[in-house]
């Protein structure tokens, strides 16, 4: 089946500097994109969906951009902290199916 | 509230040994998922429950099984594990009309 990816395996930005992370998709059919976090030694934990009849979504310092002419999706992190250094992986979910398919993950490195 | 308890979080097999990974749910969720994660491949889907009493596979069920024993308790079992099964194994549940998959903290399987 079609597959999310992402473009650049791993981000090194400065703490307080606003980190991108990029994904591409290649499902058009999916019904929701989504962000996961996943801190070293954990399992991924759930950060921001965006439905994809929607362009942006805003949460606590992170935004989702959805553009789907290029089908193209994109995390924002502003004033980027140590704490937030993890691997990003986004999926797709589609309405009536049961499953999440994931990227392959970006690692963000904040230094102090 | 434990959310998706995993056990055990560590183990070594011998090449042709069986085992089972235990996974169970205390959110009353419908649906529940295998994943492997490899070093630069992502989160695999191996198999999943969409509910209780059914099971259908993911993109790499090869070598593996389930039981879906009750609404909060999903089973992967490897009957003759290989090398290429050395991996780290995450259960994952979640709504099915939800797009957060609540995880477990990873079980890390030793194939030698």
């Known amino acids: 089946g079609e597959s999310v990816g992402l473009h650049l395996p791993t981000l090194s930005v400065q703490e307080g500097d606003n980190s991108i992370i990029n994904c591409a998709y290649s499902n058009s059919a999916s019904d929701y994109f989504i962000w996961y976090k996943q801190e070293s030694g954990k399992g991924p934990q759930f950060i921001i969906d965006?439905?994809?009849?929607?362009d942006k979504r805003q949460g606590q310092r992170v935004t989702v951009l959805l553009n789907k002419t290029v089908k193209h999706l994109s995390l924002q992190i502003a004033a980027t902290q140590p704490g937030d250094s993890a691997v990003y992986f986004c999926?797709?979910?589609?309405?009536?199916?049961?499953?999440?398919?994931f990227g392959k993950g970006t690692m963000l490195l904040v230094s102090p | 509230n434990a959310g998706v308890t995993q056990t055990p979080k560590f183990q070594v097999l011998k090449t042709g040994q069986s085992m089972t990974l235990q996974c169970a749910q205390d959110?009353?969720?419908?649906?529940m998922y295998w994943y492997r994660q490899d070093p630069g491949m992502g989160l695999r889907l191996i198999y999943y429950s969409a509910s209780e009493g059914t099971t259908d596979k993911g993109e790499v069920p090869n070598g593996y099984n389930v039981s879906r024993l009750n609404k909060r308790e999903f089973s992967l079992r490897l009957e003759s594990a290989a090398p290429s099964q050395t991996s780290v194994y995450f259960c994952?549940?979640?709504?099915?009309?939800?797009?957060?998959?609540?995880f477990g903290q990873g079980t890390r399987l030793t194939v030698v």
């Open positions: 959110m009353n969720h419908n649906s």
């Open positions: 965006i439905r994809s009849n929607m």
């Open positions: 994952a549940s979640r709504q099915p009309t939800n797009t957060e998959a609540f």
């Open positions: 999926a797709e979910f589609t309405s009536g199916y049961s499953t999440l398919t």
